[in-house]
């Protein structure tokens, strides 16, 4: 089992920068891979940010890359998204997941690939 809750959400304007925050507990997120999806009104959720278990693969959505970095501390349970030169379309609620991959080099691209969620936080960009 894991536990997830993210911190970090809030208003911007466009073009500033936010970092979000997930802590973990349990047993099992050390031996996880994770990611940060985002879920915009109306629409379906996506995987914007994903880091294997090792935390030596990354994966970024098209719209996000070169923008956004993905980190995580083990050893501490956390996992960090930084968002840099953010625009009105990445407003959305942002959650925190975990899941299982078969390797430690794999990340998971898919939402249905994660067992874990948190509550999620809100972001908003003001353009």
């Known amino acids: 089992q894991v536990q997830l809750e993210e911190s970090g959400g809030g208003l911007v304007q466009a073009g500033g920068s936010l970092t979000l925050s997930c802590a973990a507990s349990?047993?099992?997120?050390?031996?996880?891979?994770a990611g940060w999806l985002r879920q915009a009104p109306g629409r379906g959720r996506e995987v914007v940010a994903a880091?294997?278990?090792?935390?030596?693969?990354?994966y970024y959505s098209d719209s996000v890359k070169g923008r956004f970095t993905i980190s995580r501390d083990s050893a501490k349970n956390t996992m960090v998204l930084e968002m840099k030169n953010l625009k009105p379309e990445d407003t959305a609620i942002y959650y925190c997941a975990a899941g299982s991959a078969r390797f430690s080099t794999w990340y998971l691209r898919r939402p249905n690939d994660y067992d874990y969620w948190g509550q999620g936080t809100q972001v908003t960009v003001s353009s």
């Open positions: 880091i294997s278990r090792s935390g030596g693969m990354t």
């Open positions: 349990g047993p099992t997120f050390s031996t996880s891979a």
